[in-house]
């Protein structure tokens, strides 16, 4: 038996995947996985062990899927060589290398594994990155649920959609870089970004109605809940207030001052 620094004992693929199971994750289904695995581990065999506890819990018929754009604006995307944006983690590095798994061939992609996994990531460059036509659109189209795993909902991305279906009017100048006849090309888009502190909100709305199971799924917090109610929770409140999810003005967070300015006034 494996031991951490805090001399914790790795937990083995099928402990994990009872408390996966335990905690709501369906049978057949579509997850839609951000983790930090420093949040979660020990496991055995690290960010594979949790993998396979992931399909272990959505069984054959489910499929598992994973954030996996690229963190480089400046080099074109190789699905099959550019590594994910540091900002995701091992466990979503070592989800696209995996056999089977599907990667959108664009910068914005995200990975998949099992049966849905090709019409969750194929498709042209969204116009933004969380456009409904989109791999996290799919995800939400799909009836798909997500598992914070070790993260906050600032690392919920199916916010990015609400707030695209709500019109937010907030829009920060981006690029990426993709291939045209094997020449590299600047692709300008325009992205609802801010810091995505404020995304924590959506704690408060889906526990009040009973949205989102809460528990421990290797030794890290675990949030799991419906695209579907997130988003629509989400849109709800964005109609009210579209810059809800913005600190406010002259609160000194650079992010959101940035997505102030592109708010025509
Ligand atoms: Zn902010």
Redesign the pocket.
């Known amino acids: 038996m494996s031991f951490d620094a805090e001399g914790r004992p790795a937990l083995g693929v099928g402990e994990v995947a009872a408390q996966l199971r335990a905690l709501g994750v369906e049978r057949g289904g579509i997850v839609l996985v951000h983790t930090s695995f420093r949040a979660v581990r020990p496991i055995v065999n690290g960010p594979a062990g949790l993998i396979e506890a992931l399909r272990a819990a959505l069984g054959p018929d489910g499929t598992l899927v994973m954030p996996s754009w690229t963190g480089d604006d400046d080099a074109p995307f190789d699905p099959a060589a550019t590594p994910c944006a540091a900002d995701l983690g091992v466990v979503a590095d070592t989800f696209w290398r995996m056999r089977g798994a599907a990667r959108s061939d664009h910068p914005f992609a995200f990975a998949a594994l099992g049966p849905q996994a090709r019409s969750i990531t194929d498709g042209p460059l969204p116009a933004s990155p969380h456009a409904p036509d989109s791999p996290i659109g799919r995800v939400h189209a799909m009836d798909g649920q997500v598992l914070l795993l070790g993260v906050g909902h600032d690392a919920d991305t199916a916010l990015h959609l609400a707030e695209v279906i709500a019109g937010v009017p907030y829009r920060v100048p981006k690029f990426c870089t993709m291939l045209r006849s094997g020449r590299p090309v600047r692709v300008h888009y325009e992205e609802n970004d801010?810091?995505c502190?404020?995304f924590a909100l959506a704690d408060e709305w889906l526990r009040a109605r009973g949205l989102q199971a809460e528990g421990r799924v290797g030794y890290g917090q675990a949030r799991l809940f419906r695209a579907r109610d997130v988003i629509a929770l989400a849109v709800e409140r964005l109609a009210r207030d579209p810059c809800l999810f913005?600190?406010p003005r002259g609160a000194g967070?650079a992010?959101?001052e940035a997505a102030w300015r592109s708010v025509a006034v």
């Open positions: 801010h810091c502190e404020r913005l600190h967070c992010e959101c």
